[in-house]
């Protein structure tokens, strides 16, 4: 079966642009997070969607926000960049329950904001 | 922020020899996750234990979890160059969606 797509692989824009990063999970799963990954704070919890509605939300500011579409392909988006939000942006799918087989990452966008 | 804690950071062995790499987490868990990166790309899901079970096998991997100590570690038996990557466990919260909080990784070197 198809793994986690996301889109666009590459990506780079300039301070106060913003940016959209697509994410298709296996077909089935219904549940999508993102993850930011820096070399400085890590991988950190962006937000989970599960059946179109946000379920958790990190400790990220409003710039950063998400949706689920009916399909369960998620998009993330990012308004008025900053040099700080460069970095792979992961997403990963699970089924409906609470991640208890793990979870599926996409192969991540990296951004640079330049 | 992270709320694990992973050592060593870094560690180089010869293919062959085993790998163990620790994790520590501060608060309870429904589960701990052991997750593998290579270069820059996307994590993969290596093995999961649940809070009730002390010790989980898949091949060459070992996972222990010590709830007590709030701790876990995962080991790589006679590790090839192939399993060069950085390795990062994640706890799942309870109850409240699907959400992993992140160690900072390990990062491992296995020199042919």
């Known amino acids: 079966k198809a793994g986690v797509t996301q889109t666009p692989r590459y990506l780079i824009k300039t301070r106060g642009q913003q940016v959209t990063l697509s994410c298709s999970p296996i077909s089935g799963h219904r549940s999508v997070s993102w993850y930011q990954q820096t070399p400085g704070q890590g991988l950190q919890f962006l937000f989970e969607?599960?059946?179109?509605?946000?379920?958790n939300k990190g400790n990220f500011p409003g710039r950063f926000s998400g949706r689920q579409f009916s399909n369960s392909r998620s998009e993330m988006n990012v308004s008025t960049l900053e040099l700080g939000d460069s970095a792979l942006y992961l997403c990963?799918?699970?089924?409906?329950?609470?991640?208890?087989?793990?979870?599926?990452f996409g192969s991540g966008t990296r951004l640079t904001v330049v | 922020s992270q709320q694990g804690e992973e050592d060593p950071q870094a560690l180089s062995i010869q293919e062959g020899e085993n790998a163990t790499m620790n994790c520590s987490y501060k608060?309870?868990?429904?589960?701990l996750q052991w997750y593998r990166q290579n270069s820059g790309r996307g994590l993969v899901h290596l093995i999961l234990i649940r809070s009730n079970e002390r010790e989980k096998h898949s091949g060459r991997l070992r996972v222990t979890l010590d709830t007590s100590k709030k701790s876990s570690s995962l080991l790589i038996t006679a590790s090839r160059a192939a399993d060069t990557a950085s390795y990062f466990c994640a706890r799942d919260r309870d109850n409240a969606g699907n959400m992993l909080t992140f160690g900072g990784g390990t990062r491992l070197m296995v020199k042919p």
């Open positions: 608060t309870s868990i429904n589960n």
């Open positions: 990963a799918s699970s089924l409906a329950g609470q991640g208890a087989s793990g979870y599926t």
């Open positions: 969607y599960f059946s179109e509605t946000q379920r």
